[in-house]
């Protein structure tokens, strides 16, 4: 089992925490047999506590240690507040974050905060900081202020003088969160920027060299694998000073990092869960005109085979199987072949990538095509990723298909999953709205306690009817039915959240026939993601969006919406995991705002296909008895697909982790370490 690593000998050591200091990073545990079971038997027990001592009435120590110093720090004057956050640095290194200590400091950040910011933390807010400080997963609903909440962990670790980095999905909302917090670091004496695409290495390292860096976890990750693949993963302190008495300074020089101290994880169950199916790959590019001709050649004879006879589709797991009479057929459609074709392996292994590009691989739902260029988009988050490419010639060969031209192949220098960067934290916590179904592949991989913390406001969000249609042309249909009456009757905002770009663009087209004006938001037009939520809350405004309305983002309500029903938000496709559903939902009704959601889903909504055909194919008879009678069956329905899609993703986790691994350790006997 792992043990919580302390931070107080890191805080009694002033040159542990000094920039240029030796790569701080908690050493990764064997994945011995007797630690697995270890946390299989002490799974029950730790719930069973749980029961008995919840962990939210345990955070409920920090408020009174807050208030008691609260009349305090509002009567000192700017100067006088700036001078006692001086004195808790001593403090807090002296004596580490007991409850009585950072009560007085939160105190001190929330009038801070009153002052710079306009906003004074609730009491719900101060309970998730405290969490943070302890490594806890700590789940808010959405709209309840994590960014905010953030604010007094970061703060506190970072006038400890701990490094601290706030990781969140996307540059967006790094930059966003970092630009709206200045002021109130500023404040405290504390430097803080955000390191985003496109920057030099000079320019993160001096971003990641303040007291507080936000960042993405993509740049976290591959800027940590261009340490490892700098240092030769010589990161000991004793390499590192024999390398200055060498008189070799290259290497301090080749940090990026200062190491990995304390984490504050946003969105965390995206990060830990839904991210964590493929490894973190940092490549080199090679020349790919010499393959130019084989990937025509395997698309050609991908064309040519049929499916079922020559290959199976696995859709749930996106993977293509060939049968022998497929293999035979490769044989023979390459015999005049040579090179890479007069083996049976590396040939079947790529004309299964170029089935794959074929079959699995959809643009407007899986990628993209921009400026001539494929672009990857993330199925969580919505968002393209930049400079991101699929691995073993499948990027290349949907090129091919795509007829853009082709990119260089990669060849892998470094790679890690999160299931492995972050738990070398020294201390690691995350924020979500959508913790609860997760928290237990999170505790037992990450090592981080669940914990919920209350509303702040009661919640006003009203569940409207389900409707359930035939077909996908009929959805469209009924989706506008809904947008049009809602519009005539009270001239409420309007999200439409969907699953792929493709099926924003079709709901998009048939409101458009109908003449209801309505802005659209997806992997395409990204860019304009701030201007369009700041719209979005607006009265009679129709938002079109795929996942990216999903997360981070906070849809302020006009001031009129509020008395005519607040946001609503139609749900038309259902996600292949719950929590990503609850995301959606939860834009609307918001911190005690009215607001209302409705699911219109169809049969034909390829996660039914997929994961639940049975239970589809109920539900089709039910409704063809009578359609009311599949509004009965939508519960099962959802829950036989979710439930399937849910256990496939994890398992693909799992083996993911596996295979990162025995990876690592191939590269290790070799002697290129990570």
Known sequence: MKAKLSLSALLADTDALAPGAPYAERQEPPNAWH?????????????????????????????????????????????????????????????????????????????????????????TQLLAGWGLIQGRLVEMATGEGKTVAATLAASTMALAGVPVHVVTVNDYLAQRDADETAPLYDFLGLSVGAVVQKMSKAERRGVYAR??????????????????????ARTSKLHLELSKLRGDHSEDDAFVLRGLYFAIVDEADSVFIDEARTPLILSASTDAKSEDVDIDRALTIANALALRQDFRVDWADRR??????????????????????????????????????????????????????VQIVDESTGRIMPDRAWERGLHQLIEAKEGVEATARRETLARITYQRLFPRYLRLSGMTGTGKEVSREIRRTYDLDFVRV?????????????????SRASKWQAVADATELLLRETARPILIGTRSVEASEEISAVLGSRGIT?????????????????????????????????????????????????????????????????????RCARQGDPGSYATIISFEDAIFATYAPRARRLAQWLFRIDPRLSLGANGLLRWSAQAAAEARARRARMETQANDRRYDQLLAFIGRGE
Not at 83 to 98: D, K, N, Y
Not at 100 to 121: D, K, N, Y
Not at 456 to 463: E, G, I, M
Not at 554 to 559: N, R
Request: aromatic share 4%; glycine share 6%; proline share 4%.
């Open 518 to 586: 309505h802005t659209l938001l997806n992997a395409k037009q990204d860019a304009a993601e701030a201007d369009v939520i700041a719209q979005a809350g607006q009265a009679a405004s129709v938002t079109v969006a795929t996942n990216i309305a999903g997360r981070g983002t906070d849809i302020k309500l006009e001031e009129r919406v509020a008395g005519t029903g607040g946001l609503h938000v139609i749900l038309t496709e259902y996600h292949e995991s719950r929590r990503i559903d609850r995301q959606l939902i939860g």
């Open 454 to 470: 209350p509303l702040h406001r009661p919640s006003l969000r009203l569940r409207c009817r389900s409707v359930v249609t035939p």
């Open 211 to 232: 007291a507080i860096a936000y960042c993405t976890n993509k740049d976290l990750a591959f800027d940590y694998l261009r340490d490892r693949v700098s240092l030769g």
């Open 320 to 373: 293509i199987h060939l049968t022998e009479t497929g293999r035979d057929r490769i044989e023979a459609l390459s015999e005049t072949f040579a090179g890479i074709w007069l083996r049976p392996r590396p040939r079947e292994e790529i004309v299964t990538q170029a089935l794959s590009a074929v079959h699995l691989y959809r643009r407007d739902e899986h990628y993209v095509v921009t400026d001539n260029k």
């Open 35 to 123: 630690d697995q079971l270890g946390q299989v038997i002490a799974a029950p027990i730790r719930t069973l506590v749980h029961a008995i001592h919840s962990p939210t009435s345990a955070l409920r120590a920090i408020l009174p240690e807050v208030q008691r110093h609260d009349a305090a720090m509002r009567r000192l004057s700017d100067i006088e507040l700036r001078e006692h956050a001086t004195g808790l640095r001593r403090r807090l290194r002296q004596t580490g974050f007991e409850a009585p200590l950072v009560g007085e400091c939160f105190a001190l950040v929330r009038e801070a905060a009153s002052r710079t910011l306009g906003i004074r933390h609730y009491d």
